[in-house]
T-cell receptor, first 113, second 113 residues
Framework: AQSVAQPEDQVNVAEGNPLTVKCTYS??????LFWYVQYPNRGLQFLLK??????LVKGSYGFEAEFNKSQTSFHLKKPSALVSDSALYFC???????????FGTGTRLTVIP | DAGVIQSPRHEVTEMGQEVTLRCKPI?????LFWYRQTMMRGLELLIY????????DSGMPEDRFSAKMPNASFSTLKIQPSEPRDSAVYFC???????????FGPGTRLTVT
């Protein structure tokens, strides 16, 4: 079965420290991978994607993600967290041949001043 | 571009009433997706269209739910009759191509009493 997992419901990090939000997937073929962010009372906002090429993908607001095929992971990272990064983060995967995205359950990131 | 536009932003209705949610995708996008978000079930894909044609409606929970896309700039999601368990935030998203990233609207918060 196709799936994507975000093992942490909640991640807390101090402002200025590096942050990591984890995502692993279980799909066939070579998937497309995405990260979205959701601020309170807002829709999901696209951050970055991996389709092919360099395993390190850079996106909006200083975020980046590393595709690791052997570990089937696509963790979201940022070198220095801001309080304004506090939000709900979703990983999503589009399996090969599929048209739709499968979303993880989300990870709530809290950056502590 | 104004992004994906959804209306209304909030809807409160009584059980048994008909509810119609509206979506205007980003101009030039040929794929449109309807999602439902709840605390219990997370983000669920209800139905998606490509070039105004419904491709997969397997996520539509019951026959009470229906969706249409009469043209490239407008889609509706209708619930008739509505029930309290339909209370959720409903998102519309569009994509320039069905396999690419999706851009979400601000959502409609539906409360059925």
């Amino acid at each position: 079965a196709q799936s994507v997992a975000q093992p942490e419901d909640q991640v807390n990090v101090a402002e200025g420290n590096p942050l990591t939000v984890k995502c692993t997937y279980s799909v066939s073929g070579n998937p497309y991978l995405f990260w979205y962010v959701q601020y309170p009372n807002r829709g999901l906002q696209f951050l970055l994607k991996y389709i092919t090429g360099d395993n390190l993908v850079k996106g909006s607001y200083g975020f980046e993600a590393e595709f690791n095929k052997s570990q089937t992971s696509f963790h979201l990272k940022k070198p220095s967290a801001l309080v304004s990064d506090s939000a709900l983060y979703f990983c999503a995967v589009r399996p090969t041949g599929a048209n739709n995205l499968f979303f993880g359950t989300g990870t709530r990131l809290t950056v502590i001043p | 571009d104004a992004g994906v536009i959804q209306s209304p932003r909030h809807e409160v209705t009584e059980m048994g009433q008909e509810v119609t949610l509206r979506c205007k995708p980003i101009s030039g996008h040929n794929s449109l997706f309807w999602y439902r978000q709840t605390m219990m079930r997370g983000l669920e894909l209800l139905i998606y269209f490509n070039n105004n044609v419904p491709i997969d409606d397997s996520g539509m929970p019951e026959d009470r739910f229906s969706a249409k896309m009469p043209n490239a700039s407008f889609s509706t999601l209708k619930i008739q009759p509505s029930e309290p368990r339909d209370s959720a935030v409903y998102f519309c998203a569009s994509s320039p191509r069905i396999i690419y990233e999706q851009y979400f609207g601000p959502g409609t918060r539906l409360t059925v009493t």
